[in-house]
């Protein structure tokens, strides 16, 4: 089983809807967990940190659900700029917090 | 600004040849990895380094070499041993690695190689 898990997609929407991917890790002991945004041929971007509780940044929320391993990031009002592929970031502890990168969610907003 | 800066952008290297990729950041962060990105791939680690003059193996560190003599520069050497070398190659930066999960990575534009 890989350690991070992504739907490749592509999610393809229209302008205005509400998307949301899941990314599941297997390490029960991830303590740290990021969205990046990954535009064609780009270097990532962070995105935002998913905290425990939970956290929102303007039409983006991020959630962590601890019982279950995964993370998801919810975007609502989707924009044709919000097209990107969404990488999934987990670190763990045990002596190394080098993090571990999904494989990505590619999504397609279009008119 | 401050920012982490990959050079070249695009870079071809010929069968046998070695190859060095530049990294320079002025973040002053501590550590700083290089990741190698195929189509339709994650990042995968190649080397980090957290402090000057010290550094460790990624996943995938045959058939590539580093140095960090510079807390800024952490440049990466793509020898002849490496037989699948064409992929993007991005360069990054945190703080310091028991606190990326507070911060995250910085990442430079990246370097594309291709192997002619």
């Known amino acids: 089983r890989k350690e991070v898990e992504q739907d490749p997609g592509p999610f393809n929407v229209p302008e205005g809807a509400t998307v949301a991917f899941n990314c599941t890790y297997s390490?029960?002991?991830?303590?740290?967990f990021f969205w990046y945004r990954q535009d064609c041929r780009k270097e990532p971007k962070l995105l935002m940190s998913?905290?425990?509780s939970g956290n929102e940044d303007g039409r983006f929320t991020a959630q962590l659900n601890r019982a279950s391993q995964y993370i998801s990031l919810l975007i609502r009002d989707s924009k044709l700029s919000d097209s990107a592929t969404y990488l999934c970031?987990?670190?763990?502890?045990?002596?190394?917090?080098?993090?571990?990168f999904g494989r990505g969610t590619s999504l397609i907003v279009h008119p | 600004d401050g920012g982490i800066t990959q050079s070249p952008k695009y870079l071809f290297r010929k069968e046998g040849q070695n190859v060095t990729l530049s990294c320079e950041q002025n973040?002053?962060?501590?550590?700083m990895y290089w990741y190698r990105q195929d189509p339709g791939q994650g990042l995968r680690l190649i080397y980090y380094?957290?402090?000057?003059?010290?550094?460790q193996k990624g996943d995938i560190a045959e058939g590539y070499s580093v140095s960090r003599e510079k807390k800024e520069s952490f440049p990466l050497t793509v020898t002849s041993a490496q037989k699948n070398p064409t992929a993007f190659y991005l360069c990054?930066?945190?703080?310091?690695?028991?606190?990326?999960?507070?911060?995250?990575?910085?990442f430079g534009s990246g370097t594309r190689l291709t192997v002619v």
């Open positions: 970031v987990v670190t763990s502890s045990g002596g190394s917090y080098i993090p571990t």
């Open positions: 390490n029960s002991a991830s303590q740290s």
């Open positions: 973040l002053n962060h501590d550590a």
């Open positions: 380094s957290q402090i000057v003059n010290d550094f």
């Open positions: 998913v905290y425990s």
């Open positions: 990054a930066s945190s703080i310091e690695l028991s606190l990326l999960g507070n911060y995250g990575y910085t």
